[in-house]
């Protein structure tokens, strides 16, 4: 049985860096893998990701967020998520369910068994066998993110960064086994490694 693996965290905690490198090493490895992420992953979902992070949306209440992103998921997962699975491909997968948890329930204000649930719908209850968190304290994430201006989420104050955090860390409270936390301040190369050794443990022995 193939595996799906999910990455989380704060924009700016390194995770592009840090997923470029992982895929390096599955492809090293020879192991049947495929990348995507989300918002996005279809041609629909890109579409839904460009609606919702645009910056001229500002006004967009935090319940359409909640179901655009629940609607691009559904797409994601029926198209590409679990036909990979099917077919062996192991799934990498840079933000999943929880992101929508911690920003628009945690952080936003919905009550989680709302988002929870459209989420049940949109997947079709499919969960993540490890997600990979790499926790940083949201001042340093805001002084890595990117040259790109920033998009409308990332523009949300510290307060709003502030919850993003603490849900995560909550979230992986609650299921341990699933949900890793990785202290992403270290250096690359120290991230990389502890990162590399929680995804071997999932991995399916061949
Ligand atoms: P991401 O692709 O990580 O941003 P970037 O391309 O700038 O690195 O994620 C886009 C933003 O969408 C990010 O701020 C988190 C947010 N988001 C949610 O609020 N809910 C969700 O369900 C998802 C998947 C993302």
């Not at 967020?65 to 998520?81: G, M, Q, S």
């Not at 840079?94 to 709302?114: I, K, N």
């Not at 050794?197 to 999932?202: C, H, K, N, S």
Request: net charge negative; hydrophobic share 40%.
């Amino acid at each position: 049985m193939a595996v799906f693996i999910t990455f989380e965290g704060l924009d700016g905690a390194g995770k592009g860096t840090q997923l470029k490198l992982l895929l390096e090493y599955l492809k090293q490895k020879g192991v049947p893998h495929i990348f995507t992420r989300e918002p996005g992953g279809t041609p629909m979902a890109e579409r839904i990701r460009g609606i919702v992070l645009d910056p001229a949306h500002a006004g967009m209440s935090v319940i359409s967020e909640a179901l655009l992103f629940a609607a691009a998921r559904a797409d994601h997962v029926n198209n590409v998520i679990r036909p990979a699975l099917e077919s062996g491909q192991n799934v990498i997968c840079d933000r999943y369910v929880d992101s929508s948890m911690v920003y628009q329930a945690f952080a936003g204000g919905l009550p989680l068994e709302f988002v929870a649930g459209i989420n049940e719908m949109a997947t079709g209850g499919l969960k993540p066998h490890r997600t990979i968190m790499l926790d940083i304290p949201p001042e340093v994430a805001r002084s890595r993110r990117g040259v790109n201006g920033p998009d409308r989420i990332e523009e949300m104050d510290e307060w709003y960064h502030e919850q993003v955090r603490q849900g995560y860390l909550e979230l992986a409270a609650a299921e341990p086994r699933r949900f890793k936390v990785i202290d992403a301040s270290g250096s690359v190369e120290q991230v990389q490694e502890r990162i590399r050794m929680l995804v071997d443990e999932v991995l399916p022995r061949r």
